[in-house]
Structures are given as structure tokens and as C-alpha cells.
């Protein structure tokens, strides 16, 4: 079963530009993973942050975790036309062998 | 370096054949995985292993076996082709076994049954 939801599934923006992801979870996670998959590749893994942590930097990347709504956001500040891709959140839920990976985001920078 | 390395990119298949999608990383990671991705899906976990000798299922196991003898290799093999299996699969290996660390993905194998 799908355990992270990415929400909005599809998203369309102007570059330059920021984009917000939001991705819901139902159980409790050791920590939660943000990858990209850019079209006709496999996933790059972009951040990770702990079920301690509530904010975390990468760059032009910002997340956020909030364990208290089961909730995590993808800030992609000043966005490129190179950042068109999918993104996903992976959880991994607390006491398992694995990550669950949610639907996605599709994103689009228009020039 | 090449990472994770799947073969092959693209197969076609028919109804009822049996094929092994291969999946090689050169990072020395015990935790190994398979997945399928459709649309509107996400990625679903098949078959893990947290190391050699040992493997496990994962969401969607029916139809898809897989054994791990070395380090290096996870194959997947279908054992009879079923329209139901047209998807993309990935392969990914870690350092945890538990998705404490990021995932390495390989760059896919693309496989219709027709």
C-alpha cells in the first residue's frame, strides 16, 4: 500500500519561480527521502531528513518535516528549466526493511 | 563508477515466456531491491534482499522470483510473462538495510508483454 501521497500531482510554473511539494504519510517513519526522476531515468535520491529534524537545506532545496501532521514539503527556490522532473517522497516507516515511495510530483519549468 | 547497472533497457516479450531482468552495482551494498513503476503508481517493492543468501518479499511478489549469490547481483526473473507485468522496473541498492540511507537506482528496464 502507498504510504506518502505527493500533492499536487501536477505542477506547471514559470522559471525562476519557486515550487512547493507537499507530501502526506500515515504511520510513523524513521525518516523520509525526497528523490527525482527525470524522464526515462531512474531515481536520483535528492535529501533526507530524520523524524527528529524539522528542517533541512540542500542547495536551492528546502525540506521540511512535521511529524505531528504526518507531513513534508520540497522547496525549490529560483527554479530552472533543468528542474523538470518527477518527484517522489519515500517514507521509511518505523520498524520496517524498506522505503515505501509515494505517487509523485510532475513538474514543470517553463521558460 | 558505475553504480547500479540493469539489463537489458527495453524487451519485449510474449505471453507465457520466461525472461531475467539483471541488476549489478559496484558499491559493495548489502541492501538490494526491485521495483515496478506505473503510471499513476509509483514505485511498488517486489523482491529486497539485505544481503547475500537472503531475500524477502516485498508488495507485489506474485509472479516474479529472484535470488541473491553474490554481493554485486540481484537478478529478477518472471517465470511466465503475463500482460499484467508491461511496466518499468528498477533495481536500487543502499548501505542499510533498513532505508536508513538514500537508494541508488539503476536507470531502468522498460519490459512490455504482449
Known amino acids: 500500500s502507498q504510504q506518502g501521497e505527493e500533492d499536487p500531482q501536477a505542477l506547471s510554473i514559470q522559471e525562476g519561480e519557486n515550487a512547493t511539494m507537499n507530501c502526506s504519510y500515515k504511520?510513523?517513519?524513521?525518516?523520509l527521502q525526497w528523490y527525482r526522476q527525470n524522464s526515462g531515468r531512474g531515481l536520483v535520491h535528492l535529501i533526507l531528513?530524520?523524524?527528529?529534524?524539522r528542517e533541512k537545506h540542500s542547495g536551492r532545496l528546502r525540506v521540511t518535516l512535521d511529524t505531528s501532521k504526518k507531513s513534508s514539503s520540497l522547496l525549490i527556490t529560483a527554479s530552472r528549466a533543468a528542474d523538470t522532473a518527477s518527484y517522489f517522497c519515500?517514507?521509511?516507516?518505523?520498524?520496517?526493511?524498506?522505503?515505501?515511495f509515494g505517487q509523485g510530483t510532475r513538474l514543470t519549468i517553463n521558460p | 563508477n558505475a553504480g547500479v547497472t540493469q539489463t537489458p533497457k527495453f524487451q519485449v516479450l510474449k505471453t507465457g515466456q520466461s525472461m531475467t531482468l539483471q541488476c549489478a552495482q559496484d558499491?559493495?551494498?548489502?541492501?538490494m531491491s526491485w521495483y515496478r513503476q506505473d503510471p499513476g503508481m509509483g514505485l511498488r517493492l517486489i523482491h529486497y534482499?539485505?544481503?547475500?543468501?537472503?531475500?524477502d518479499q516485498g508488495e507485489v511478489p506474485n509472479g516474479y522470483n529472484v535470488s541473491r549469490s553474490t554481493t554485486e547481483d540481484f537478478p529478477l526473473r518472471l517465470l511466465s510473462a503475463a500482460p499484467s507485468q508491461t511496466s518499468v522496473y528498477f533495481c536500487a541498492s543502499s548501505n542499510s538495510a533498513r532505508g536508513r540511507q538514500p537508494q541508488h537506482f539503476g536507470d531502468g528496464t522498460r519490459l512490455s508483454i504482449l
Open positions: 519515500a517514507t521509511d516507516e518505523t520498524g520496517a526493511q524498506k522505503l515505501v
Open positions: 504511520t510513523s517513519i524513521n525518516n
Open positions: 531528513i530524520r523524524s527528529n529534524e
Open positions: 534482499s539485505v544481503g547475500a543468501g537472503i531475500t
Open positions: 558499491m559493495n551494498h548489502e541492501y
